[in-house]
């Protein structure tokens, strides 16, 4: 079965400063991967997913992720983070099946601080 | 841009009363999920449906759950005798699940159900 790791549930990072927010993930075949971004009393937002056509995917907002499949992390950056990045961010991974449920991870949620 | 609409955005209702969260996908979508976040803890799927039929369901989507898509645009999602434990933000999703879409799915603000 498919599974997600978030491996942080706080960070706290300064304005301008980089934003790492990590992820692991279990699948036995390849997987399809996304990161969703969670505002306070929103809706989750696609910020970008995996396709398989490159391993360093960009989103929006200035927000990239990289596969690796040998380390089976699917890891969330961006260089310099903002105020109104803080939000709760959540790893996922799609089932394989026909049905294509999504399957989340525990979320993390970050702090921007002035 | 095309959006999945929730009603309501908040649902208050006593132990054991039904109630009928609903959801408006995006028009040209054919696949449709219902998931819930209780407070504090990670978001789960429901269902997912399909051609006007349930494709999966996980083990929460018990035969207090239903869902049906009454009008063609509508999709509901029903909890007949409401419990405590039900008391969650509920999402609904859909995806067209092309190809290239590969299985991304939209997602509406959510309903908060608490149950008393």
């Known amino acids: 079965a498919q599974s997600v790791t978030q491996l942080d549930s706080h960070v706290s990072v300064s304005e301008g400063t980089p934003v790492l927010l990590r992820c692991n993930y279990s699948?036995?075949?390849?997987?399809?991967l996304f990161w969703y971004v969670q505002h306070p009393n929103k809706g989750l937002q696609l910020l970008l997913k995996?396709?398989?056509?490159?391993?360093l995917v960009k989103g929006i907002n200035g927000f990239e992720a990289e596969f690796k499949k040998s380390e089976t992390s699917f890891h969330l950056t961006k260089p310099s983070a903002h105020m109104s990045d803080a939000a709760e961010y959540f790893c996922?991974?799609?089932?394989?099946?026909?049905?294509?449920?999504?399957?989340f991870g525990q979320g993390t949620t970050l702090q921007v601080k002035p | 841009e095309p959006e999945v609409t929730q009603t309501p955005s908040h649902q208050v209702t006593q132990m054991g009363q039904e109630v009928i969260l609903r959801c408006v996908p995006i028009?040209?979508?054919?696949?449709f999920y219902w998931y819930r976040q209780i407070l504090g803890q990670k978001v789960e799927f429901l269902v997912s449906?399909?051609?006007?039929?349930?494709?999966?369901k996980s083990e929460i989507f018990d035969d207090q759950f239903s869902v049906e898509r009454p009008d063609g645009s509508n999709f509901t999602l029903k909890i007949r005798s409401t419990k405590l434990e039900d008391s969650a933000m509920y999402f609904c999703?859909?995806?067209?699940?092309?190809?290239?879409?590969?299985?991304?799915?939209?997602f509406g603000p959510g309903t908060r159900l608490t149950v008393l």
């Open positions: 449906f399909y051609n006007n039929e349930i494709s999966e």
């Open positions: 996922v991974v799609s089932e394989t099946s026909n049905t294509g449920k999504l399957i």
């Open positions: 699948s036995s075949y390849s997987p399809s």
């Open positions: 995996y396709t398989s056509a490159a391993t």
């Open positions: 028009s040209n979508h054919l696949y």
């Open positions: 999703a859909s995806s067209d699940r092309t190809f290239f879409s590969y299985n991304e799915q939209f």
